[in-house]
């Protein structure tokens, strides 16, 4: 019969090779032709693994390490494996009660499933770490370390300065600039961290590695043949001199206000103080966001740079530059004297501006004394000298002054958050007052730093180094160097000298004489230090507060020593009362000396002691911190979320000090729901930290302000 | 010769597994020789095998025709008893637990049934052109295979199909085979398009038909009706029988995975929905969708992992997909993927052409038989190896819909290694006697 049906055997064999034609012809098409499966696999099979650089280290001027790194440690869980282990222990040695473990088990299984790795408790505490390595035997494999970089601040000051890192949130990613973070990155939010954050990130580094199908990372690929290493962030070199920072902290402690403190020759920033501050540690670790709700709502505002962020009018401090206007466009000498027989009565009578010191006086003696007749006259003679043709070509002419200054725009330092100041235009009378309505009788009080302008601490300081290196400086900043060079460009404005108008030595040497006097004889007595020549000026700005008449704000402001100056210094306490001498000129001594001499005196040491002590806040602030504190323990958390107030807090983390105001006024507004036309106006006003720099018509402006000394 | 391909492609099988299982913290010595892991046990399996191998190779070849019957009659007790004892593995209660390793019944019966169907078509006063016989035949070998359908397990009793390449060998008429093939194309379209399509075409065909053949009709009457016959047949399959099957026969998770062969989700699911409320309907569209892609991922990941393989593979070890445990079943019903990524379309085309020299190489030897019995066994044996290893690769390359069948030889798993062995083991001993005439 086999016989019969041998040719059955081809078919058989036809039939077997043509199926696995077919299984070939589709392996061929798989394999050779559908590219889609590879890319499928790559992105399935393999995971790009971030790893992220230390960030740079930050030095002060002595190379001290002031912004450095250190390891902590997040406990972390994986729940399909903690089988068998004492959960009494964990939340023994973590604080915890059951109830908070399962709620957090919980949490880590809907967050990375039960077998990939959860943070069970981020950034432990050293003292948690001890208990934890004893027992961590115990805890495998389903509890573990994970090692995580964060900042460190090995000095307990400069928290303004340094700034903080922050999560990114929706704004930074929409935001080309920042291209490249993803939602978990930290960046820098604010201060030093924030303007050099291309620099101080590093270079990031990538690792591929394998994972398998429920996501868990497994090995790496190649042994890491693809990889590109995380590269470090660059150190950086500050002008700081981080023991005169502390102490400058220490002497504004329980006051508002700042310290700036600048080489004059370099433009370096030495000291940059912004009272109250916060201790730098408090924006770091574990308890970070809740620290940052308590800083952002405080009502002292210890989050808000008042160095280069608060405007104040300069008051008095203000008069050194008029002194120069007038001695460079010729309506005075040094000799030219001005009688004031206890008011400036150039304008007429109405309201005039009173002098304390009556008397005849030359221009240093106007300076020593601070008198303000004498200024009022200077500046009404520069800008109704018959040379310029109207009161706008004059004003214009007495604004180049100012910008020459570097007052009235932003003078471009490293720290965010910059503001112009306000030096009053033409343009702006104009349209204030109108064209032609207005002349110098308008804005006298500007004569001696009152009414229109403003100025931040660090334009004044700036104003100082100008002073002292007789016509030019640098733009003040807080970095001298980057290791590794600057490659980003960053540091290349601060090299410049700015010197707009060229003003002769012997100008300078009139103001200078002044300003010794005003420390050696002068108003400014207790900025006095044996042994240097210091010049200095004096300023006790008058000041309202939602149209209220607020305690003096003190100012003192000079450099030293007198020949080849290494300091130029500013300090304003808020609201302290009395004259400028009285409190910012010793807090401005004292400075000098630890900067110069490198320590204070023995018999000086007392003073530094008496005003760590010397609380100067105003009553307002306190009686805003208790409705703020009432406010946030009466409304719980989930009343302020429903209002938008939690959100706010983490939404507004990139934006500018304004904006914390804001959140502040917010709260406030929802407060007492029915004064609402009021508080809109109280809210413009309060964003001035000042008080009334814009004069919306002559009807509302104040009492014309007489600064005194 | 077929010894050392056998051993070859089992040893290629343990070092797949190996590359699927494979840490690169393990210890290759103490793992392989650990028991612990399904390499060092496949190599376990091998041993056992091989000394298997030697007591087929030692026995005589009268044995195996002198009990063919009894063992077949044993196989099929085997799989009865397995609806008493049975247990239940992977959704069919197909398997015997024996402590040290479970038997599935269904996967020996292969190797029982070969033999009694050998035995039987081997009888001197056969004439396998009688219906009668024919059926008998069909009978023997597929009995198991029905038996195996009803306990669930429908991959393997599919295996028994393959009979039908010794039976057609042995003169079982062409148009059996032909009908059988027409069917099955038939059900498959009438899968993808949809009745009213078929019905159309179908009458449009058949008239077709009639007005070319009209002339013939005054000498062969017979045509006529044999044309209605098959046009009514057709479109009766075409509109209910699928239905039938696909709602009677099939298991849902069945008609879902044949359904997802051919492109489709299966119309079928929600036949009683009709007075459901439209949250329910949701629900059902949701799990239908969620069936669907469990269904959709085995075969996706599978294809994944050997479409990235390209032509010259990532490398023995270096798969990403394989060493994840991204496709399921790795190590048994889908290690084909694991050549596929880790050698590519040259592992692929090489292990291909090795599979076919085998099977040809089996008709070969089937071919010079003197006695029916051999070769009859040995077409058996060519038979159910092709259909195992067309199916498995079908299935991991998406021509198949997802069936439950091993790759001979290279798949994990003492049962279905121990089956092949015997199979072929049997065959070249019987081979090695080609010259004595068994029956």
């Not at chain 1, 912004?67 to 973590?94: E, F, S």
């Not at chain 1, 700034?163 to 490249?180: A, F, H, M, R, T």
């Not at chain 1, 006024?665 to 809109?680: A, H, T, W, Y």
């Amino acid at each position: 019969m086999s016989v019969f049906n041998q040719s059955r055997k081809n078919v058989i064999m036809l039939v077997f090779i043509g199926m696995f034609g077919i299984i070939l012809a589709q392996l061929i098409n798989l394999q050779v032709f559908s590219s889609q499966y590879k890319i499928d696999a790559d992105n399935q099979g393999l995971f790009r693994k971030v790893i992220y650089p230390d960030r740079g280290i930050v030095f002060d001027r002595n190379g001290h390490a002031i912004l450095q790194n250190t390891v902590i440690y997040d406990l972390m869980v994986i729940p399909g494996k903690t089988k068998g282990t004492d959960t009494a222990a964990v939340c023994r040695i973590l604080n915890i009660d059951s109830a908070e473990f399962h709620k957090r088990i919980i949490a880590a299984i809907i967050k990375n499933k039960s077998y990939r790795a959860s943070v069970f408790e981020p950034m432990l505490s050293n003292e948690k770490m001890a208990k934890l390595n004893e027992n961590l035997y115990k805890l495998a494999p389903g509890y573990f370390l994970q090692e995580r970089s964060v900042r460190d601040y090995p000095y307990e000051a400069g928290g303004n300065i340094f700034g903080y890192l922050g999560e990114v949130d929706s704004n930074i990613l929409k935001n080309p600039k920042y291209q490249g973070y993803v939602m978990g990155d930290y960046i820098g939010r604010a201060g030093l961290e924030r303007t050099y954050e291309k620099v101080l990130m590093g270079q990031r580094g990538i690792e591929f590695w394998k994972k398998d199908n429920l996501n868990r990372l497994t090995e790496q690929l190649e042994n890491g043949k693809f990889d590109t290493a995380a590269i470090a962030g660059q150190n950086m070199f500050t002008s700081i001199d981080i023991e005169l920072q502390a102490l400058g902290e220490k002497l504004m402690e329980n006051k508002l206000g700042s310290i700036v403190a600048v080489d004059p020759k370099t433009g370096g920033i030495l000291a940059m103080v912004s009272s109250p501050t916060y201790k730098p540690k408090l924006l770091t670790g574990a308890e970070r966001k809740k620290h940052y709700a308590e800083l952002l709502l405080s009502p002292a505002r210890p989050l808000f740079n008042r160095a280069v962020s608060a405007t104040y009018s300069p008051g008095s401090t203000f008069k050194t530059l008029q002194a120069l206007i007038g001695l460079h466009e010729g309506v005075i000498t040094t000799d030219t004297r001005v009688s004031c027989s206890g008011a400036f009565y150039g304008c007429g009578s109405g309201k005039p501006m009173r002098c304390l010191d009556y008397g005849t006086f030359d221009l240093r003696n106007a300076i020593r004394l601070s008198d303000n007749t004498y200024f009022a006259t200077v500046m009404q003679r520069v800008i109704n000298n018959p040379k310029y043709p109207s009161v706008d070509s004059s004003l214009a002419v007495w604004d180049r002054y100012m910008y020459a200054f570097g007052l009235g725009h932003r003078l471009g330092v490293d720290v965010p958050s910059e503001y112009n100041g306000n030096i009053p235009t033409p343009l702006y009378y104009d349209k204030v007052y109108g064209k032609g309505r207005w002349n110098y009788c308008t804005f006298r009080s500007v004569s001696i730093g009152q009414g229109e302008v403003n100025t931040t601490p660090i334009q004044t300081a700036n104003e100082m180094a100008y002073i002292a290196n007789k016509g030019w400086y640098r733009i003040p900043h807080l970095i001298d160097s980057i290791e590794g060079g600057d490659q980003f460009e960053l540091l290349s404005n601060f090299k410049e000298k700015h010197n707009a108008i060229d003003i002769p030595d012997s100008v300078f040497e009139a103001v200078h004489d002044g300003m010794q006097w005003v420390v050696e004889r002068g108003t400014g007595g207790g900025a006095k230090v044996p042994g240097i020549a210091i010049c200095g000026k004096t300023g006790t700005v008058e000041n309202y507060y939602r149209g209220v008449k607020q305690p003096n704000h003190a100012f003192f402001c000079g450099f030293a020593p007198r020949d080849n100056p290494k300091i130029a210094i500013m300090c304003v306490v808020e609201n302290s009362g009395r004259f400028g001498g009285t409190y910012a000129a010793p807090i401005v001594g004292l400075m000098i000396e630890k900067y110069l001499n490198d320590t204070i005196a023995k018999n000086r040491q007392g003073i530094v002691d008496k005003f760590e002590k010397l609380n100067l806040i105003p009553p307002r602030i306190y009686r805003e911190m208790k409705t703020v504190d009432s406010m946030l323990h009466a409304k719980d958390s989930a009343y302020l979320l429903a209002k938008g107030y939690i959100k706010l807090i983490r939404d507004t983390m990139e934006i500018d000090a304004t904006d914390e105001q804001e959140i502040l006024d917010q709260i406030k507004k929802d407060k007492d729901d029915g004064k609402k036309d009021e508080q809109k106006k109280d809210k413009d006003e309060k964003l001035k930290i000042n008080t009334e720099a814009i004069l919306p018509n002559e009807k509302k402006k104040p009492e014309v302000k007489d600064s005194v000394m | 010769m077929l010894v050392w391909l056998y051993a070859l492609i089992v040893i290629f099988g343990i070092v797949c597994i190996y590359s699927v299982e494979y840490k690169s913290t393990d210890d290759l010595w103490r793992t392989l020789t650990g028991f612990k892991k399904n390499y060092s046990k496949q190599l376990f399996f091998f041993a056992a095998c091989s000394v298997l191998a030697v007591f087929i190779l030692l026995t005589d070849s009268k044995l195996f025709t002198a009990t063919s019957n009894i063992s077949y009659l044993v196989g099929i007790v085997l799989i009865l008893a397995t609806f008493v004892v049975g247990k239940e593995i992977k959704g069919s209660k197909s398997w015997i637990p024996l402590g040290f390793m479970n038997l599935q019944p269904v996967e020996l019966c292969k190797i029982f049934t070969a033999l009694a169907l050998s035995k039987y078509l081997s009888m001197p006063e056969m004439d396998f052109k009688k219906p009668k016989s024919q059926l008998i035949a069909a009978a023997i070998a597929f009995s198991p295979g029905i038996l195996s359908i009803l306990q669930g397990e429908t991959g393997l009793a599919m295996v028994y199909f393959s009979f039908l390449i010794p039976m057609y060998r042995e003169g079982l008429p062409g148009f059996y085979l032909i009908s059988l093939i027409g069917l099955g194309s038939l059900i498959v379209i009438s899968l993808v398009l949809p009745a009213i399509t078929i019905l159309v075409s179908f009458t449009l065909i058949a008239l077709g038909c009639i007005y070319f053949l009209r002339r013939q009709f005054r000498r062969n009457r017979s045509l006529l009706t044999l044309i209605i016959a098959v046009w009514i047949f057709s479109s009766l399959i075409a509109t209910l029988g699928v239905k039938v099957l696909m709602t009677k026969v099939f298991k849902p998770y069945q008609a879902a995975r044949i359904y997802s062969m051919v492109g489709k989700t299966n119309p079928y699911i929600d036949i009683n929905t009709a007075n459901l409320s439209a949250k329910d309907l949701e629900q059902i569209e949701k799990d239908k969708r969620r069936a669907q892609a469990a269904q959709n991922y085995n075969v996706n990941q599978s294809k994944i992992a050997i479409g990235s393989g390209g032509i010259t593979g990532k490398g023995f070890l270096k798969g990403t997909q394989t060493r994840g445990d991204f496709v399921p079943e790795q190590h048994t019903d889908f290690i084909f993927t694991s050549v596929g990524e880790n050698f590519g379309l040259l592992g692929t085309g090489v292990l291909m052409i090795v599979y076919l020299f085998f099977l040809l190489r089996i008709i070969t030897i089937a071919e010079r038989q003197r006695s029916t019995f051999s070769r009859v066994y040995a077409y058996s044996v060519a038979g159910i190896m092709f259909f195992h290893i067309v199916v498995n690769i079908c299935v991991t390359v998406g021509l198949a819909p997802v069936i439950g069948i091993t790759l001979p030889l290279m798949s994990y798993g003492g049962s279905s290694l121990l089956t092949f062995t015997i199979l072929i083991f049997v065959l070249i001993k019987l081979d090695a006697d080609r010259q004595m005439v068994l029956r």
